[in-house]
């Protein structure tokens, strides 16, 4: 049954479409990694899991939160090298700093808007003082 035509609910079939698609995936490239090499194109070669992922490695793959956020999915390899910070993700720096000064920035934002806000409301903008 159709409730909400045209709209944009999340529900449960939101993420059961999300988690057929990296199952699928993650079969493939398993199958991919007992091939022989010279069977495999350049993009399957990047992409081939030849062991099988734990369950903690299976379990944070397939339920990572963002996956309906970020897209459709990404592959096991992708995400394993992510995690572990190798391959093309090895050079990523880190956000911490970043993250640290801009809230820094957002923090005496507000104090100096609380500091203004005592002193000059709106009320106090349509008197006779204000306007002197």
């Excluded at 350049?42 to 099988?52: A, G, I, R, S």
């Amino acid at each position: 049954m159709i409730k909400n035509f045209g709209g944009y609910d999340m529900d449960v079939t939101t993420y059961t479409m999300v988690l057929t698609a990296k199952l699928s995936a993650l079969a493939y490239c398993y199958k991919d990694g007992g091939e022989k090499e010279e069977k495999l194109l350049p993009e399957q070669k990047d992409k081939k899991v030849e062991k099988l992922p734990n369950v903690l490695e299976l379990l944070s793959y397939v339920y990572f939160p963002s996956a309906c956020i970020v897209g459709p999915f990404f592959e096991f390899a992708d995400f394993k090298m992510y995690i572990e910070k190798t391959g093309r993700y090895a050079k990523i720096p880190s956000s911490t700093k970043h993250a640290l000064l801009v809230f820094l920035r957002a923090k005496l934002c507000l104090v100096i808007h609380m500091g203004i806000a005592n002193y000059c409301y709106p009320a106090f903008c349509g008197t006779e003082e204000y306007a002197a």
